[in-house]
T-cell receptor
């Protein structure tokens, strides 16, 4: 089956930049989602990458390399409110386009 | 405001009891999903529905049942056959089951005592 791997935890300092990596198996791959989830709340959509390259959206950017099975989420000018879990999810073909979620990366931003 | 709602936020049940979790959306989405989230694990798909009156098992359907009698509603029943039902349950919807963004409800935290 398809596995989505991402680091379990990361820490960073307010105002800094952090990169959260995600790797996946390329078989049947369609695209890559990133969601943000604060503790006990619903995941909220951040980005969707289909093509190779970097897509920037304000302080958040997401990168995809289809051939390498690799994506990252880049968070700039970190704020305390960015402390959350970041979920990487791959869309794969097969019956319907199912999403496979990684376990999430818990980011702690410190002053 | 369009959105997806789940109720209740917290639910407690005794072991051996069936319990039904509510999920309603007014986004006019065809597809709806139920996920389970456990600490240290990714969201795991329980059931999904691509259209009214149709639903399919996900990866961990055993011990769960669903219905999709209306486009807006996709309730999940956790039966006594589910061996470890205590978890955070998330409902989601999307325009279709293509590579479309899924919108999530606020979740229901079920604790079985």
């Amino acid at each position: 089956g398809q596995n989505i791997d991402q680091p379990t935890e990361m820490t960073a300092t307010e105002g800094a930049i952090v990169q959260i990596n995600c790797t996946y198996q390329t078989s049947g791959f369609n695209g890559l989602f990133w969601y943000q989830q604060h503790a006990g709340e619903a995941p909220t959509f951040l980005s969707y990458n289909v093509l190779d390259g970097l897509e920037e959206k304000g302080r958040f950017s997401s990168f995809l390399s289809r051939s390498k099975g690799y994506s990252y989420l880049l968070l700039k000018e970190l704020q305390m409110k960015d402390s959350a879990s970041y979920l990487c999810a791959g869309s794969f073909s097969g019956g319907y386009n199912k999403l496979i979620f990684g376990a999430g990366t818990r980011l702690a931003v410190h002053p | 405001d369009g959105g997806i709602t789940q109720s209740p936020k917290y639910l407690f049940r005794k072991e051996g009891q069936n319990v039904t979790l509510s999920c309603e959306q007014n986004l006019n989405h065809d597809a709806m999903y139920w996920y389970r989230q456990d600490p240290g694990q990714g969201l795991r798909l329980i059931y999904y529905s691509q259209i009214v009156n149709d639903f399919q098992k996900g990866d961990i359907a055993e011990g769960y049942s669903v219905s999709r009698e209306k486009k807006e509603s996709f309730p999940l029943t956790v039966t006594s056959a589910q061996k470890n039902p205590t978890a955070f349950y998330l409902c989601a919807s999307s325009i279709g089951t293509g590579a479309n963004e899924q919108f999530f409800g606020p979740g229901t935290r079920l604790t079985v005592l």
